[in-house]
């Protein structure tokens, strides 16, 4: 993420970069503001050691909100590099982009020659091949991508328009290193991973499994009486304890924190392990079977119906 943040700067000669509410891009510091994920689980609202000089070209939105990313452009006019997100949200839990965001964003950065940068390291192939910009049609100018290239061994990457790219160190000025670049055995498992989800039937078979599986907690939760929602795309998915929509990070946070700390521990009892943490998006993969999915819908319906 360094490195795609460092690159959009050069590119356009601006210092500021706009992020999302809830939205978690590394722990790189000048990130670490409303960064979601891990961070909101402890209650932080950044990270103690993060000096304010690292954030101070940091500018914050909250996420579906087209406006307030307009009024930022606005205030700060000729000074934002680049506009960074998920194109899915992960780290705040299952959020999707409203239908007109995703578009709405491009758009706005087009027209104040600013760069778009998808983070998918969560989206990167789960939501289709081609990650999230496949799956919405959104073409980003810059794309940042995380271990799932490397069948989840430690790996990331970042790409992008050519003419942006060959900024990049030793073909441009700016620099780009790192002692594990292209390592071979995560390279060597990152491409037998995208072998294996290129063939026919891999995304139906995702989406088929992760639509019911949220289904299916969902609707044993609301069975208990609990308010629930949830959704998902392919292998991703994600649900809440609260009635919802939740468009972003403030809806979020208004998901049950110790229902969901019940939930979780009454789940591991059971033998299903899931992130421990509301705020983290699931994720389902060829190996898991039907009957996976079924015994994980029994034991929700067993530990909800007790909290």
Same mark, same amino acid.
């Given at each position: 993420?360094?490195?795609?943040?460092?690159?959009?700067?050069?590119?356009?000669?601006?210092?500021?970069?706009?992020?999302?509410?809830?939205?978690?891009?590394?722990?790189?510091?000048?990130?670490?503001?409303?960064?979601?994920?891990?961070?909101?689980? =402890?209650?932080?609202?950044?990270?103690?050691?993060?000096?304010?000089?690292?954030?101070?070209?940091?500018?914050?939105?909250?996420?579906?909100?087209?406006?307030?990313?307009?009024?930022?452009?606005?205030?700060?006019?000729?000074?934002?590099?680049?506009?960074?997100?998920?194109?899915?949200?992960?780290?705040?839990?299952?959020?999707?982009?409203?239908?007109?965001?995703?578009?709405?964003?491009?758009?706005?950065?087009?027209?104040?020659?600013?760069?778009?940068?998808?983070?998918?390291?969560? @989206?990167?192939?789960?939501?289709?091949?081609?990650?999230?910009?496949?799956?919405?049609?959104?073409?980003?100018?810059?794309?940042?991508?995380?271990?799932?290239?490397?069948?989840?061994?430690?790996?990331?990457?970042?790409?992008?328009?050519?003419?942006?790219?060959?900024?990049?160190?030793?073909?441009?000025?700016?620099?780009?290193?790192?002692?594990?670049?292209?390592?071979?055995?995560?390279?060597?498992?990152?491409?037998?991973?995208?072998?294996?989800?290129?063939?026919?039937?891999?995304?139906?078979?995702?989406?088929?499994?992760?639509?019911?599986?949220?289904?299916?907690?969902?609707?044993?939760?609301?069975?208990?009486?609990?308010?629930?929602?949830?959704?998902?795309?392919?292998?991703?998915?994600?649900?809440?304890? @609260?009635?919802?929509?939740?468009?972003?990070?403030?809806?979020?946070?208004?998901?049950?924190?110790?229902?969901?700390?019940?939930?979780?521990?009454?789940? =591991?009892?059971?033998?299903?392990?899931?992130?421990?943490?509301?705020?983290?998006?699931?994720?389902?993969?060829?190996?898991?079977?039907?009957?996976?999915?079924?015994?994980?819908?029994?034991?929700?319906?067993?530990?909800?119906?007790?909290?």
């Amino acid at each position: 993420m360094h490195g795609a943040l460092r690159l959009a700067r050069a590119f356009t000669g601006k210092p500021k970069i706009i992020k999302f509410e809830g939205c978690y891009h590394g722990h790189a510091d000048s990130l670490l503001v409303k960064a979601g994920s891990g961070v909101a689980t =402890l209650g932080l609202p950044d990270s103690p050691g993060v000096s304010q000089a690292a954030t101070c070209d940091t500018l914050t939105a909250p996420y579906n909100h087209i406006s307030a990313v307009e009024n930022l452009f606005h205030h700060h006019k000729g000074d934002i590099a680049a506009v960074i997100l998920e194109p899915v949200v992960g780290n705040s839990g299952f959020i999707l982009p409203k239908p007109d965001f995703l578009a709405a964003i491009r758009r706005i950065t087009e027209e104040n020659n600013s760069l778009l940068i998808f983070d998918e390291v969560m @989206t990167g192939f789960r939501l289709a091949y081609g990650g999230a910009q496949e799956y919405f049609g959104i073409v980003p100018d810059l794309t940042t991508l995380g271990k799932i290239i490397g069948g989840g061994l430690p790996v990331g990457a970042y790409g992008g328009r050519r003419n942006i790219m060959e900024m990049v160190a030793p073909a441009g000025p700016v620099y780009q290193a790192g002692t594990l670049s292209g390592n071979p055995l995560a390279m060597a498992a990152g491409i037998e991973t995208l072998k294996i989800i290129r063939e026919p039937g891999s995304y139906e078979y995702l989406d088929k499994i992760a639509g019911e599986l949220v289904n299916g907690i969902v609707e044993a939760g609301k069975r208990a009486g609990h308010p629930m929602c949830g959704g998902h795309i392919n292998g991703m998915f994600g649900f809440f304890f @609260t009635e919802g929509p939740v468009n972003n990070f403030a809806d979020a946070k208004k998901s049950d924190a110790d229902k969901f700390a019940r939930f979780y521990w009454g789940m =591991l009892e059971e033998g299903v392990y899931f992130a421990p943490s509301h705020f983290e998006a699931g994720f389902t993969s060829l190996a898991h079977t039907l009957d996976d999915i079924q015994f994980t819908i029994a034991a929700a319906h067993k530990v909800l119906s007790n909290i």
